[in-house]
């Protein structure tokens, strides 16, 4: 029974309605003491108020996508290996093994839990191949990527479903506002529960090396992708911004551009403000003291609590090469639908940094 399938919900949304139900059935015809009968009917109380919990956390994380699977909820799971024959995300018949990658036709993506060889982190990756990259006309050919952040907890799926990612592409390619490009998710929240906000952390997960070295070498290693820092962009939403500002001004020799959707650019994470040093030189707002060559897009709205205010913080501390850009909506919270709205104007800027396949 899957974390995000309707018979899980169908089981919890029954269960809400039951629990109810027989608490007022079975109120007053409880047996024995007054004692056990008031501690049944607490026990009756706390088993409507769970599943009411259970039903309400289901739902949330079905909008959110923080979860895909029982695995990624508890942080368990096996690795996929293997060469595996798989069906091309078009639906364009077999296609060549992506060495432990494997096809996910709900999510249209090639997911695998790789280990990275230089941070030892292993978590699971997604990767979207645009229909370009079955084309002959595009036979041999690389192509540039967009690594993709979600929010803190959200998963690598949350990409591919609520946030739409692949599907906006797909759409903005079609109006010719977009180039074909590798779309690439990784999993950021690498331990349950542990915010590092991308970064190594002494004597816990290297997430930075994870998100920066293994990331690139997997990607580059199963996919015809480009391996030079200009045919590769970030880009997140949330905490997912921060990482992306972050990661592309501390490794310009990683990427060419950096989309921020609704970030913040302090650090934040109990695991660096623990450490002056360790927050310094993990904070968008120092590491752009050290002029990288990149090009970010700063996105947020104005309804959005703090993420105007941090981008007008971030703006005086640019300068060349490293350029800034704003893209400023009037209206919309923090949440999913504002940040979807954002991509295609997201791609299309990315466009005009990023080549095209070669």
């Not at 020799?253 to 360790?278: E, I, M, N, Q």
Request: with cysteine.
């Amino acid at each position: 029974m899957g974390l995000l399938g309707w018979p899980l919900l169908v089981l919890l949304v029954a269960l809400a309605v039951a629990a109810p139900a027989g608490c007022l059935l079975a109120w007053n015809r409880l047996p024995g003491p007054r004692a056990a009968r008031a501690a049944a009917r607490l026990g009756l109380i706390a088993t409507c108020q769970v599943t009411a919990l259970l039903l309400a956390g289901t739902l949330i994380n079905r909008g959110l996508h923080l979860y895909a699977s029982w695995d990624d909820l508890l942080g368990s799971g096996a690795t996929a290996g293997g060469e595996i024959q798989a069906v091309g995300p078009q639906g364009g018949g077999t296609r060549r093994g992506f060495g432990p990658f494997r096809y996910d036709r709900r999510s249209r993506t090639y997911v695998a839990r790789p280990v990275g060889a230089a941070s030892g982190v292993r978590a699971e990756v997604r990767v979207w191949l645009p229909k370009e990259y079955s084309d002959p006309a595009h036979a041999g050919r690389r192509f540039p990527v967009i690594e993709l952040f979600p929010g803190f907890p959200g998963s690598s799926w949350t990409w591919f479903g609520a946030m739409r990612g692949a599907d906006r592409l797909a759409e903005a390619l079609r109006r010719g506002q977009a180039r074909p490009a590798i779309l690439v998710a990784p999993t950021i929240t690498v331990q349950p529960g542990r915010d590092t906000e991308c970064s190594d952390i002494p004597g816990g997960p290297k997430v930075a090396t994870w998100l920066t070295e293994d990331i690139h070498r997997i990607v580059t290693g199963h996919f015809r992708a480009l391996p030079d820092a200009s045919a590769w962009a970030a880009m997140g939403y949330s905490t997912g911004g921060f990482c992306a500002a972050k990661l592309a001004a501390r490794h310009p020799d990683r990427y060419r551009a950096a989309v921020s959707l609704a970030g913040y650019f302090r650090p934040t994470s109990p695991d660096l403000r623990r450490s002056p040093a360790l927050a310094r030189a993990n904070s968008p707002v120092e590491l752009l003291a050290s002029r990288p060559a990149v090009d970010l897009l700063l996105a947020g709205s104005r309804e959005d609590p703090g993420t105007v205010t941090a981008i007008d913080a971030l703006l005086p501390r640019v300068r060349p090469p490293t350029r800034a850009f704003t893209y400023i909506v009037p209206t919309g919270g923090h949440n999913v639908r504002v940040w979807r709205d954002m991509l295609p104007r997201a791609y299309a800027w990315l466009a005009q940094r990023l080549p095209g396949p070669s």
